[in-house]
């Protein structure tokens, strides 16, 4: 199983991007899937999670300016970000719940980060 994030880059502030994070492999089902960021010098923080069914939380402080959604069939998560600050700068990184086949545990994957840099 693979968790593959895309989709950060640099942005002016006010500005917006679009992170993806696909799943691939062999695996049985999907519970949560969630992002979390790291900035420079700071631990990670849970920036937005969503369950199988749609459910959604978010960082208070995000909230209103990031949308986390998820395309079960194509396995795949969204992080869209809007109004971006200086302050959003970070690494990425988005996990998920994964059944590997029927009666197993789950286990949580992360995939790899990409960063986000806001700046003028």
């Known amino acids: 199983v693979q968790l593959q994030a895309s989709g950060g880059g640099l942005v002016q502030p006010g500005g917006s991007l679009r992170l993806s994070c696909a799943a691939s492999?062999?695996?049985?089902?999907?519970?949560?899937m969630g992002w979390y960021r790291q900035a420079p010098g700071k631990q990670r923080e849970l920036v937005a999670r969503t369950t199988s069914g749609g459910s959604t939380n978010y960082a208070e402080s995000l909230k209103g300016r990031f949308t986390i959604s998820r395309d079960n069939a194509k396995n795949t998560l969204y992080l869209q970000m809007n109004s971006l600050k200086p302050e959003d700068t970070a690494v990425y990184s988005c996990?998920?719940?994964?059944?590997?086949?029927?009666?197993?545990?789950?286990?949580?994957?992360w995939g790899q980060g990409t960063q986000v840099t806001v700046s003028s």
């Open positions: 996990s998920a719940d994964i059944r590997p086949g029927i009666g197993w545990s789950s286990y949580i994957y």
């Open positions: 492999g062999s695996f049985f089902s999907i519970n949560d």
